[in-house]
C-alpha cells in the first residue's frame, strides 16, 4: 500500500475556543476535536472547583490506561461566532492538553465539512467556522518509505540475533550437561558396549585379530589341476551343439534353468570331464 502513495498531509484539529460556565465565568484557550475520544475532557485545573460535581464515570487511553476521574461539569457552554453548545465534561488530572472536545461535541455539530481552513457547520441557520489555528503538515512519502524498510531491516536484524543468541545458550546448555559425571559415565558405558558388542562383529586390525579367519574342508590329494575353470576349452561340434541345445531345452522345459540378461551371466564352455 505504501508504494501506491507519494506524499500524505495531515494536521491535528486544534481550534481556538471560548468557554462560559453559568454566566460567570469566562476561559478562552485553545482546544483539540478528537474524534476517537468518547467524551468532553478538561484538565483540572483550569476550571474552579466550586463548579465540579462528583461523578462514577471511567476513562481510559487509547492503549487501555485508567485515568484518573473524580468530577465532571455539566453547565458548560463552548462559544464561537456567537452561537453558544452546551456540553459536558469530565475532569481529569493526567491530560496532555487543556481541552479535547470528543464525539458528544461532534454529534451536534453534525453534518459537517473539514477543509484546510477548518471544520465548517451550520447551526440555528448560521454558518460556523472552527477555524484551524495549525497549518496542514505535508511529509514525502519516500522518508516513510525509507524508514519502513530500515525497520523491517533492523526488526530482520534482531530476530536473527536473537536466535542466535538461543543457539549459543541451548549450546552452552548442552555443553554444560555433558560434563555431568552421571552422563560421563553412561556416554562412557554406551562406547564400550558399542566396542564390544557391534564393532567387533566387522573385520578390523585392531580389535580380535584372527576372530574372522575360517578353514575350509579340502579333499585329499586335491590339486588345481582338477579344477574344471582351468581346463582347456575344446571345439564344439555342429553334433554337440545340438546335443547341448536339446540338454538345455530339456532344462527350460523343466524350468530348472530360465534365460537370463543379466550383466554377470557370461559364455558357457565346454571342457573334457
Not at 468518547?38 to 487501555?64: D, H, R, V, W
Not at 536484524?157 to 560421563?184: F, R, T, W, Y
Not at 558388542?197 to 579340502?218: A, E, G, I
Not at 532344462?251 to 571342457?271: A, G, R
Amino acid at each position: 500500500f505504501i508504494n501506491l502513495i507519494e506524499k500524505i498531509t495531515y494536521k491535528k484539529w486544534h481550534v481556538n475556543i471560548t468557554i462560559r460556565i453559568q454566566d460567570s465565568f469566562k476561559l478562552q484557550t485553545i482546544a483539540l476535536i478528537d474524534s476517537g475520544a468518547q467524551m468532553n475532557c478538561i484538565q483540572e485545573g483550569l476550571i474552579p472547583t466550586k463548579y465540579f460535581e462528583k461523578t462514577k464515570q471511567k476513562l481510559s487511553t487509547a492503549n487501555y490506561e485508567n485515568l484518573r476521574v473524580n468530577f465532571k461539569v455539566t453547565d458548560v457552554h463552548i462559544c464561537n461566532e456567537g452561537i453558544c453548545i452546551k456540553q459536558t465534561f469530565i475532569l481529569v488530572k493526567d491530560l496532555d492538553i487543556g481541552i479535547i472536545l470528543g464525539q458528544p461535541f461532534l454529534k451536534i455539530i453534525k453534518p459537517f465539512k473539514v477543509t484546510n481552513e477548518g471544520i465548517t457547520t451550520k447551526l440555528f441557520q448560521q454558518k460556523i467556522l472552527f477555524a484551524f489555528n495549525e497549518k496542514p503538515i505535508t511529509k514525502d512519502i519516500d522518508l516513510l518509505k525509507t524508514f519502513s524498510l530500515f525497520k523491517e531491516h533492523s526488526i530482520s536484524m534482531i530476530k536473527a540475533k536473537e536466535n542466535q543468541l538461543k543457539q549459543e545458550v541451548s549450546n552452552k546448555k548442552l555443553e554444560n550437561q555433558l560434563q555431568n559425571s552421571q552422563i560421563k559415565e553412561k556416554n562412557g558405558s554406551l562406547k564400550n558396549s558399542m566396542i564390544n558388542n557391534l564393532c567387533s562383529d566387522l573385520p578390523d586390525v585392531f580389535w580380535h585379530r584372527k576372530r574372522h579367519m575360517v578353514s575350509l574342508p579340502y579333499e585329499k590329494n586335491f590339486t588345481g589341476q582338477n579344477i574344471s575353470t582351468k581346463t582347456k576349452p575344446i571345439q564344439m561340434t555342429y553334433e554337440l551343439m545340438k546335443y547341448w541345445k536339446k540338454e538345455i531345452q530339456e532344462l527350460l522345459n523343466k524350468k530348472l534353468i530360465e534365460p537370463s540378461k543379466s550383466l554377470w551371466s557370461c559364455t558357457t564352455f565346454c571342457v573334457q570331464k
